[in-house]
């Protein structure tokens, strides 16, 4: 992979010191570990190319024949209602 020199600005200053550390602590060089935050932030946008948003983005799990009720009867157990 070809490496490229980029200088940044307007970099926040004290984000720029916690991620550097956290580079440090894993024993990374800043470069690779920008790297991988640029590909994260690549791979967290959805088709639209919009960041996606939290408890959104989450699909309901089907739990298989007979569970259509469980939250019904958790609800009975936990609240006795």
Known sequence: ???TFVGIRD?????????RSLAIERKMKIGEALSLAMKKMMNDKNKEGKKKIGIINIKPLD???GTENSSEEIDKIIYGV
């Open 63 to 65: 739990f298989g024949k």
């Open 11 to 19: 970099v926040d200053e004290e984000t720029f010191r916690k991620f």
């Open 1 to 3: 992979m070809e490496k």
